[in-house]
């Protein structure tokens, strides 16, 4: 199982960034899926979530800035942050769990300069 994160990078305060998290190994399409992000000396914090049928849910600080989305077809998992907020600088992982069963891809950083 790998989830590939990718599309993190620096970005000016405003500014917009999409990750992207390929997924192989599963099927993709029976996993609920999520975005999670860890700043530095703080704890790994939910972002957003996507269940297999497209209901999605945001954390309050994201809600009106971010948008999470999935491809089937692709097996890939998206997140399309806008507003780019210099608290948003961190470490962005995407999560697959099933049945308490846990992956996690390797992160990708995303550094908002102010």
């Known amino acids: 199982v790998q989830l590939q994160a990718s599309g993190g990078g620096l970005v000016q305060a405003g500014g917009s960034l999409r990750l992207s998290c390929a997924a192989s190994g599963i099927t993709f399409s029976l996993y609920p899926m999520a975005w999670y992000r860890q700043a530095p000396g703080k704890q790994r914090e939910l972002v957003a979530q996507?269940?297999?049928?497209?209901?999605?849910n945001y954390a309050d600080y994201v809600k009106g800035r971010f948008t999470i989305s999935r491809d089937a077809a692709k097996s890939t998992l998206y997140l399309q942050m806008n507003g780019l907020k210099a608290e948003d600088t961190a470490v962005y992982y995407c999560?697959?769990?099933?049945?308490?069963?846990?992956?996690w891809g390797q992160g990708t950083q995303v550094t908002v300069s102010s």
């Open positions: 999560k697959a769990v099933l049945f308490g069963t846990m992956y």
């Open positions: 996507i269940s297999t049928g497209g209901s999605t």
